[in-house]
């Protein structure tokens, strides 16, 4: 073989797609999405207007709950934005007093307290104004709802309302109605319903002795089952043997990692079929072979969407590499522990090996059954078995994370279709050694007889054509054979 000539090959199937509008729009998809969106929402929310309302309460027993139900609303949302910022600024210990100061006093004890370690991050926090104003109007009548939502009457301060809420004593049965002349703003009835609701459930505790409190404490702080793991080993930080969410991180980690290679080697593999099966239409693969090999052909197409899909998946390696990081940096210390002893550098090397070895296997087997194909429905056509294998590969992942140590996915990972995705999701428990190795070298074999096949089935589906070369060479192997 003759390495220039393959990576001529590669580098024709590489700049081909490249050039194209649609590569980049794969490619840069993912980034414009997250900015438009991330722009989007900001946008949104500074577009939001802010609704002013009122409560006619006749019962006299929700305005107040229901103002409280708002505010509380308004202050969880500015205690989340506080959080989101200092999560980038303050220590694990920080952090903690932070919480309980937003949780005992409110966001402006935690802004006070964000201040005083980072006053630039303090002082750049937007202000966000509320989107619901609730005012207070002296003898407000249901007479006067109209008039208030038409613009005939306004508040004290010159605002139209919005909305107004009414509540009615119905027969010692409250009834509310939200009044409004837009037809897609709710108001307060989110508000109401929680209110009316805890109402309903006070009174009928309230009947039988009980308490809405008590009976949510009782579901809640319920004696639940503990999942203990007796192997895992006691830190001197006191951690137990409890099984916690930090100890499902690396399996989530690993099904991150096969479902990746499953996306790759689909996308990649797909792109070797298209290709085959265009140039072979248009006649290109017949001109290459006055003056390349098929082995040449076959290895430098390989390379060449290997390194494509590599560019196309790159911005989505980026975004997880910076997920992992500020997991690891700034996520809870626990799931960051277990998250950086999970990149390891076997974990990686393995990752590696047999990612370009699940490539190398798939790839030659599309470009294989593409070279028999003679147009997009017999490609179709060959290639549903191999993509029903693929399929099949996210039911090893599944199974993987909930019982690494089945026996399907340990047979699995001596299957070449399945090894790769079955492998990745035994190394969190650490498999032994000799059945990587083993696994690898099955893999590796398979690849090798796929890669002598593929040039095989290439040569008499390029000069036989199509599926005609396939009956062709059942014969041919039926001739030799007798």
Known sequence: MNLRRIALIARRDFLGY????????????????????????????????????????????????????????????????????????MTPEQFATLETKLENDGPEAGKTYLQSISPDLAARLPETPPTLVILDIEDLTSEDIKPYLSGEKTTPNGQRLDGILEIKDNAGTPE???????????????????????????????????????????????????????????????????????????YFLAAGLSFFLWLTVFSGAYMLLMSMVEEKVNKALEMMLA?????EILFGKLLGVAALTVASMLPWVIMGGIGIFLLIVLGDPAISSALAGSVTPGMIITFICFFILGYLFYGSLFMALGSLAESMQDAQTLVTPVLLMLTMCLFVVSTGISNPDSGLIKAASFIPVSAPFAILMRLPNDPPLWEIWLSAFILLASTILVIWGASKLFRHGILSGGLKGLKTLISFGRIKSS
């Open 18 to 89: 490249v050039r194209t509008l649609g590569f980049w729009i794969t490619v840069l998809g993912p980034v414009i999405g997250i900015i438009l969106g991330t722009l989007g929402i900001s946008i949104a929310n500074s577009a939001e207007p802010t609704r002013y309302v009122s409560i006619l309460d006749e019962t006299g027993r929700y305005e107040q709950l229901i103002i409280e139900d708002v505010n509380d609303r308004q202050d969880w949302l500015e205690s989340e934005k506080i959080k989101l910022g200092a999560k980038f600024v």
């Open 176 to 250: 509310a109605r939200f009044y409004s002349d837009r037809p897609g703003f709710e108001g307060l009835i989110n508000n109401a319903n929680r209110i009316l609701r805890r109402d309903n459930l006070d009174k009928y505790f309230g009947e039988t002795g009980l308490t809405r409190q008590g009976y949510s404490d009782a579901y809640n702080k319920y004696p639940a089952v503990t999942l203990i793991n007796p192997f895992k080993k006691v830190t001197v930080d006191g951690g137990g043997q409890t099984v916690t969410l930090a100890d499902r991180v690396p």
């Open 291 to 295: 003056s390349t090999r098929f082995t």
